[in-house]
C-alpha cells in the first residue's frame, strides 16, 4: 500500500512539472535521437548499443514515460527479426537511479501504445513478447522527482541492451549415426541418421565445414534447426560418432636413367592422393627394388613397404633406363718401307665398363687412302658394334717410307 501511495505521488509530482515546465526544445548539443521522429534504428536479434541522453529535451506532445520519465528523453527503434520473448534493458550505463525505460508502438509521439517499461528502480528490465516485423520504440527519460528530491544525476550515457529468446523446440532423440565419409572431406560429406524433434525441421552438423584432423572416428556436434526459424529457436547439444576412411594415396616410382656402368641413380617417388597439406613426411617404410639387369635397356622400378596412418596406399612402378656408353675406337698409326705390304692394321679403345675388353666388339673393318709412294695415308675404323656402347671413331696414319737405293 505505502508503495502504491509512493507511486501515486511521484506520477502527481511529474504530472506538476509537465503542466508547469514549459515545453523545451531541441537544444543546442541535444543527442541525435532527442526526438520521437529521429528515432536511432538498432537491428538484430541482440545486441548491445551505446548513446547519451546529455542535453535530451522533452518534446511537445510527450507524455511521461510509465508515469515516471518526464525529462531527458533519447529515442530507439527497433524492428523484431523473430517472433519471442525480448528483454531490453539499460544495464552499464552511466545514468541508472531514477531513469525509467519504455517500450511502444505507434506512429508518433502523442500517439503511442505501452508495450513494456518501468521505473528501473522497480523493475530494471522491459519484457515483452514480439511479433517478427513489428517495430517498437524504446525511450529512455529520467524522473525529475529523483533529480529534485535526492539529485540524482539523470543525464549521462545510456547502454541499451536487448535480446530475444526464441521457443525451444523438444528433441527426442538425438542422430544415432552418420554415413561415413573420407579423411580430407568435410562433415557436409556425411548424412546424419535417426532423430526426432517436437516440430518439423532437420538435424544438422554444427559446424558442417570441419574437416576431422585423422582417420578412424569423430566425435561431433549435431544441432536441431526448426523449419521455422522466425519461431523457433536452434537446439545444440547432440553428439554423434562420426567414422572416417582413410583417403587413397598413390605412390609413383620416378623414372631415372644412367649410363651403362654407372651405378644406380637414388630412386624417388612422386605422391597423388595428400590432404590437409599433409606432405611425404607423413609416409614411412618406403623402399624400391628393380628388375635386374646392367645392359642396355628398360628395367621396372617398384615401390613397396609404405604406410601412413591416414592413407589407403597403391603403388605405380617406373623405369630405369640404361643408356648406352661412349666407346671411342681409334685405328692406331702404322708405317711401312715403300714397296712393302701394308702392315697389318688394329684399334685401341676408350671407354670399356664393367671390365669388359675389345671381345664385346663385332665387325670392326679397317681401311686405308690408296697409294703406295713414300708420303702418309689416312688409317680409317668402321662397321663396329658393341650392344652396350655408342661408338665414335678417331682415324689413324699409315706413313710410307722411301725405301733405301744403293747406287
Known amino acids: 500500500m505505502k508503495d502504491r501511495v509512493k507511486r501515486i505521488s511521484a506520477f502527481s509530482f511529474c504530472l506538476l512539472l509537465v503542466i508547469l515546465l514549459p515545453v523545451l526544445v531541441l537544444a543546442e548539443g541535444s543527442p541525435p535521437n532527442d526526438n520521437f521522429a529521429n528515432a536511432t534504428e538498432i537491428e538484430g536479434r541482440s545486441g548491445s548499443v551505446i548513446g547519451s541522453n546529455v542535453g535530451a529535451t522533452f518534446e511537445a506532445g510527450e507524455q511521461p514515460h510509465f508515469a515516471y520519465g518526464d525529462r531527458y528523453s533519447a529515442w530507439w527503434k527497433w524492428t523484431a527479426p523473430v517472433n519471442g520473448t525480448a528483454t531490453f534493458n539499460i544495464n552499464g550505463s552511466s545514468v541508472y537511479s531514477g531513469m525509467v525505460l519504455g517500450v511502444y508502438t505507434g506512429s508518433s509521439v502523442s500517439e503511442l501504445t505501452e508495450v513494456a517499461g518501468s521505473l528501473i528502480n522497480i523493475n530494471p528490465n522491459a519484457v515483452f513478447s514480439v511479433t517478427k516485423g513489428s517495430t517498437y520504440y524504446i525511450c529512455v527519460s529520467g524522473c525529475s522527482y529523483y533529480e529534485v528530491n535526492y539529485g540524482t544525476n539523470l543525464q549521462g550515457d545510456i547502454v541499451l541492451n536487448w535480446n530475444v529468446e526464441m521457443a525451444k523446440p523438444e528433441v527426442y532423440e538425438w542422430p544415432t549415426s552418420a554415413t561415413a565419409i573420407t579423411y580430407g572431406e568435410s562433415l557436409s560429406a556425411s548424412t546424419l541418421i535417426g532423430g526426432s524433434a517436437s516440430v518439423p525441421g532437420t538435424f544438422e552438423f554444427v559446424d558442417p565445414s570441419y574437416v576431422p584432423l585423422a582417420a578412424g572416428s569423430s566425435l561431433v556436434g549435431v544441432q536441431f534447426v526448426p523449419a521455422d526459424q522466425d519461431t523457433y529457436d536452434?537446439?545444440?547439444?547432440?553428439?554423434?560418432?562420426?567414422?572416417?576412411?582413410?583417403?587413397?594415396?598413390?605412390?609413383?616410382?620416378?623414372?631415372?636413367?644412367?649410363?651403362?656402368?654407372?651405378?644406380?641413380?637414388?630412386?624417388?617417388a612422386s605422391y597423388d592422393g595428400f590432404k590437409l597439406n599433409d606432405t611425404p613426411a607423413v609416409v614411412s617404410g618406403l623402399t624400391f627394388s628393380r628388375e635386374e639387369g646392367e645392359?642396355?635397356?628398360?628395367?621396372?622400378?617398384?615401390?613397396?613397404?609404405?604406410?601412413?596412418?591416414?592413407?589407403?596406399?597403391?603403388?605405380?612402378?617406373?623405369?630405369?633406363?640404361?643408356?648406352?656408353?661412349?666407346?671411342?675406337?681409334?685405328?692406331?698409326?702404322?708405317?711401312?718401307?715403300?714397296?712393302?705390304?701394308?702392315?697389318?692394321?688394329?684399334?685401341?679403345?676408350?671407354?670399356?665398363?664393367r671390365g669388359d675388353t675389345e671381345d664385346v666388339v663385332s665387325g670392326l673393318t679397317i681401311s686405308r687412302l690408296p697409294g703406295e709412294d713414300a708420303g702418309q695415308y689416312t688409317i680409317t675404323p668402321s662397321g663396329a658394334t658393341a650392344s652396350n656402347y655408342n661408338i665414335s671413331y678417331q682415324s689413324g696414319t699409315l706413313t710410307i717410307e722411301p725405301a733405301p737405293l744403293t747406287i
Open 234 to 268: 536452434i537446439v545444440t547439444g547432440g553428439t554423434v560418432t562420426l567414422p572416417v576412411n582413410k583417403a587413397p594415396l598413390t605412390i609413383t616410382a620416378e623414372n631415372k636413367s644412367k649410363v651403362y656402368g654407372d651405378p644406380d641413380p637414388a630412386f624417388s
Open 295 to 353: 645392359n642396355v635397356g628398360q628395367y621396372t622400378i617398384t615401390p613397396s613397404g609404405a604406410t601412413a596412418s591416414n592413407y589407403t596406399i597403391s603403388y605405380a612402378s617406373g623405369l630405369l633406363t640404361i643408356e648406352p656408353a661412349p666407346l671411342t675406337i681409334k685405328a692406331d698409326d702404322k708405317s711401312k718401307v715403300y714397296g712393302d705390304p701394308d702392315p697389318a692394321f688394329s684399334a685401341s679403345y676408350t671407354g670399356f665398363k
